[in-house]
């Protein structure tokens, strides 16, 4: 059987609206959403943890829905709409999420921080969480090594209560 090898071109053109401004990058096929936020547009708040879609330290709403962005391809998403942690805030004003981790202490390194809470507002839009033990186990995907959990949970419930 002849194997049909069809090359990758060099580079692809992709545009996205990341929280809120279009972005109109020429990219090699292969980089991911990731890299395109922390490399190419310098928003360093998502952070790459594992790179294999196993902590969810890089998660980030594509369209208003959680997604891991170290397993995406850019190139698979032209005229998609990106929010990142950097994105949440309005007029100053942080989002509820971001306040009641503050006011549950629910971080210590935080690097795992932004994945949280990008997680806990795409779970809060697809309104299946109403208790703890739902919030703990649809964000299961979402590793804290410093364990803060308890707290986390604490202050994703807060906001879900208010929802
Ligand atoms: Fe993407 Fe770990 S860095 S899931
Ligand atoms: Fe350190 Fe979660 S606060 S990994």
Redesign the pocket.
Known sequence: MTEIVVPLPEMVSVSLTVNGSLQTLSLDPRTTLLDVLREHLDLTGTKKGCDQGQCGACTILMDGRRINSCLTFAAMYDGAQITTIEGLAVNGVLHPLQQAFIDHDA???????SGQICSAAGLIAEGRAKNADEIRELMSGNI???G?YTNIVAAVEQVVGRS
Do not use: S
């Open positions: 971080f210590q390194c935080g690097y795992c921080t804290c090594r410093c803060a």
